[in-house]
T-cell receptor
Framework: DGGITQSPKYLFRKEGQNVTLSCEQN?????MYWYRQDPGQGLRLIYY???????QKGDIAEGYSVSREKKESFPLTVTSAQKNPTAFYLC?????????????FGDGTRLSIL | AQSVSQHNHHVILSEAASLELGCNYS??????LFWYVQYPGQHLQLLLK??????LVKGIKGFEAEFIKSKFSFNLRKPSVQWSDTAEYFC????????????FGQGTTLQVKP
């Protein structure tokens, strides 16, 4: 079945450490997105990519980095510069060429600080 | 700034009660509108969407939403809720000019008592 796979489901980070969250999709979607979900704040866009080798900052990109070397993969690195990384991270993708189409979401990764 | 506002953060209803969750957006141009639902422990799922045409749209599980352009609103309704509707509900907007980026509301937690 086609879908979006995020891993790991739970992740712990030590102070000063970078961690990378994985997002893989087999839906042949061109566009991929990373959101952060915090209680009472909904989902906020971190980064998005509309095509391979290209990505743009979202609303809260500081302290994060991404890459898009393959169409299927859009990993997110939470760097030590992100001072409040504890959150639920969601990856999404959408159909090629139809930017108004709904996004499909992965199951999320919950990141916590040790 | 473009924003989406959900009026109720936490709603508690008894089974068979009627539901209406408010959603207003600030963007003045053409928009695509969505309601997503997140059941406990599950990923975000699309409930319904509006792109054009009939402003009353029907989604899964008996939900419907009405787009009222003059009020910049897209309220979600269900005539009779069930315990299984307990979840978090997110309103989201894609302004047609912004290349597919979803702008989410803060979310509404619905708790249905059996």
């Amino acid at each position: 079945d086609g879908g979006i796979t995020q891993s790991p489901k739970y992740l712990f980070r030590k102070e000063g450490q970078n961690v990378t969250l994985s997002c893989e999709q087999n839906l042949n979607h061109d566009a991929m997105y990373w959101y952060r979900q915090d209680p009472g704040q909904g989902l906020r866009l971190i980064y998005y990519s509309q095509i391979v080798n290209d990505f743009q900052k979202g609303d809260i990109a500081e302290g994060y980095s991404v890459s898009r070397e393959k169409k299927e993969s859009f990993p997110l690195t939470v760097t030590s510069a992100q001072k409040n990384p504890t959150a639920f991270y969601l990856c999404a993708s959408t159909s090629p060429g139809r930017q108004g189409q709904p996004q499909h979401f992965g199951d999320g990764t919950r990141l916590s600080i040790l | 700034a473009q924003s989406v506002s959900q009026h109720n953060h936490h709603v508690i209803l008894s089974e068979a009660a009627s539901l209406e969750l408010g959603c207003n957006y600030s963007y003045g141009g053409t928009v695509n509108l969505f309601w997503y639902v997140q059941y406990p422990g599950q990923h975000l799922q699309l409930l319904l969407k509006y792109f054009s045409g009939d402003p009353l749209v029907k989604g899964i599980k008996g939900f419907e939403a009405e787009f009222i352009k003059s009020k910049f609103s897209f309220n979600l309704r269900k005539p009779s809720v069930q315990w299984s509707d307990t979840a978090e509900y997110f309103c989201a907007v894609i302004p047609s000019s912004n290349t597919g980026k979803l702008i989410f509301g803060q979310g509404t937690t619905l708790q249905v008592k059996p």
